[in-house]
Nanobody, 122 residues
Framework: QVHLEESGGGLVQAGGSLRLSCAAS????????IAWFRQAPGKERDFVAV????????YYADSVKGRFTISRDTAKNTVYLQMSGLKPEDTAVYYC???????????????WGKGTQVTVSS
């Protein structure tokens, strides 16, 4: 079983920054990837970014490319999402997920955190 816990959400003004953390614990079997998704009220859960643990490969959604950065601390089994240039449309609950594939599809991920709210005011 893998446990994921997000932290770092909050309220920020447009143009501001936040850093989300996803701490992973439990029996994590390689190969696997950690991804960030987000879900706004009344909308589907959308892919944000993914990091493949074995080689550090990274992929971003076009909507966040150049503004968000995914990174990791291997010693802490933690993945970060540094968000800059935030826009009101970035407002959502942000989830981290772990799975055996390097994918943008939420259905490919087996383990999910409970999410952290990010609210960007205009």
């Amino acid at each position: 079983q893998v446990h994921l816990e997000e932290s770092g959400g909050g309220l920020v003004q447009a143009g501001g920054s936040l850093r989300l953390s996803c701490a992973a614990s439990g029996r994590i079997v390689s190969p696997y990837s950690i991804a960030w998704f987000r879900q706004a009220p009344g909308k589907e859960r959308d892919f944000v970014a993914v990091l493949r643990w074995s080689d550090g490969s990274i992929y971003y959604a076009d909507s966040v490319k150049g503004r968000f950065t995914i990174s990791r601390d291997t010693a802490k089994n933690t993945v970060y999402l540094q968000m800059s240039g935030l826009k009101p449309e970035d407002t959502a609950v942000y989830y981290c997920a772990a799975g055996p594939v390097y994918s943008t599809a939420p259905t490919r991920y087996h383990y999910w955190g409970k999410g952290t709210q990010v609210t960007v005011s205009s």
